[in-house]
């Protein structure tokens, strides 16, 4: 039972557009959220996260948006740049940190 | 941000032979680190929670004596996978939690991973 769901394996937008990626929770009990970048033989680290009290959190390019009635959140990166080409990893805390099966992003110079 | 290392980065051994996997934080105490595994194109897993001095805390569905942690010291845990099968070949990580910031998840640094293949 996949209770934080990634359904895209790969996203590939265009250097300087927009990159949504997006994430699915069934956990209603989940009170923080977190979104890690994971590169090639490295492990994962920390991007940004929110709280399940707010809806949006900002942090330069990277944007992560809440929607707790659909339990879904969002990374948007804007612009894109090919160094955020990585895989990118949905998380959520209960009493541990639950993650979805990640999304490659490959952003095209 | 904090390092944490992973020592070996690549192992490859026999089945039934055991394999130790060891992680430290390099500039940092850790009270709790963590092990996850990572099958190909799945999640993270978590396999246990260790807790520096004290007896692991494994998920449901993991081996404690096939999965032996030890947490000795503030900058040191070890995973032994212990008789290992070609089925427990997978990316094993670890994380650490600065002491200061044990409910900050924001402050869980991960190391680069450990490739295990049992042949």
């Known amino acids: 039972d996949q209770q934080v769901k990634q359904n895209s394996p790969s996203l590939s937008v265009q250097e300087g557009r927009i990159s949504i990626l997006n994430c699915d929770y069934t956990?209603?009990?989940?009170?923080?959220f977190l979104w890690y970048k994971k590169y090639p033989a490295e492990g994962p680290t920390f991007l940004i996260s929110?709280?399940?009290?707010?809806d949006k959190n900002e942090d330069g390019r990277f944007t992560v948006f809440l929607n707790k009635s659909a339990k879904h959140l969002s990374l948007h990166i804007v612009p894109s740049q090919p160094g955020d080409s990585a895989v990118y990893f949905c998380?959520?805390?209960?009493?541990?940190?639950?993650f979805g099966k990640g999304t490659l992003l490959t952003v095209n110079p | 941000g904090a390092v944490v290392s992973q020592h070996p980065s690549r192992v490859i051994c026999k089945s039934g032979t055991s394999v130790k996997i060891e992680c430290r934080s390099l500039?940092?105490?850790?009270?709790?680190m963590f092990w996850y595994r990572q099958f190909p194109k799945q999640s993270l897993m978590l396999m246990a929670t260790?807790?520096?001095?004290?007896?692991?805390?494994?998920e449901q569905g993991v081996e404690k004596d096939k999965f032996l942690i030890n947490h000795a010291s503030l900058t040191l845990s070890t995973l032994t996978v212990t008789s290992a099968h070609p089925e427990d070949s997978s990316f094993y990580i670890c994380?650490?939690?600065?002491?200061?910031?044990?409910?900050?998840?924001?402050?869980?640094?991960f190391g680069p991973g450990t490739r295990l293949t049992v042949l």
């Open positions: 956990n209603s009990m989940f009170d923080y």
């Open positions: 929110i709280s399940s009290i707010k």
């Open positions: 998380a959520a805390k209960g009493y541990k940190l639950t």
């Open positions: 260790s807790n520096e001095g004290s007896k692991a805390t494994y």
């Open positions: 500039d940092f105490q850790a009270t709790t």
């Open positions: 994380s650490a939690i600065i002491q200061s910031q044990a409910d900050s998840y924001n402050e869980q640094f």
